[in-house]
């Protein structure tokens, strides 16, 4: 039997592209954003910090960004849009709320909180409608 190097090479490197491709997709796991996005959906994320590449600088977002960000007030990272920006004793500070919801989120956002960006092409998030169910139901949410 003889080993071909260039499949395995081949088979390794689309391994490589899906695991990569896999990390920039987020499951939208509440209806908090709806209608730009629904549960079950998934959206396309540029990452702060990719095992150490920035694809994106988080002191360079701007109101109407939608962002995943680590909220003082959940366990789980949040996706939601940044409604205002304001300066608190010399610091930015992000006001970040979810389109379906009335109030914004209890706490001010910080820069280093902010884990990714979902990606727009042109005015439009990129969003992949449902195909998220599966891995809703096999996680129990």
């Not at 088979?11 to 796991?29: D, E, G, M, R, S």
């Amino acid at each position: 039997m003889e080993i071909d190097y260039k499949e395995i090479l081949s088979y390794a490197i689309i391994l490589i592209i899906v695991l990569i491709a896999a990390q920039h997709l987020n499951v939208v796991v509440s209806g908090s954003m709806e209608p730009a996005f629904y549960r079950g959906d998934i959206v396309l994320v540029e990452k702060a910090n990719f095992f150490g590449i920035h694809e994106f600088d988080p002191n360079s977002v701007e109101v109407g960004d939608v962002v995943v960000y680590n909220a003082a007030w959940y366990d789980q990272p949040v996706i939601h849009r940044i409604i205002n920006i304001t300066d608190i004793n010399g610091s930015t500070m992000y006001v970040i709320k979810g389109d379906n919801n009335d109030r914004p989120d209890p706490y001010y956002v910080k820069a280093d909180q902010i884990r990714e960006k979902v990606v727009t092409f042109g005015d439009n998030l990129v969003v992949i409608p449902k195909i998220g169910y599966l891995s809703l139901w096999l996680r129990g949410l």
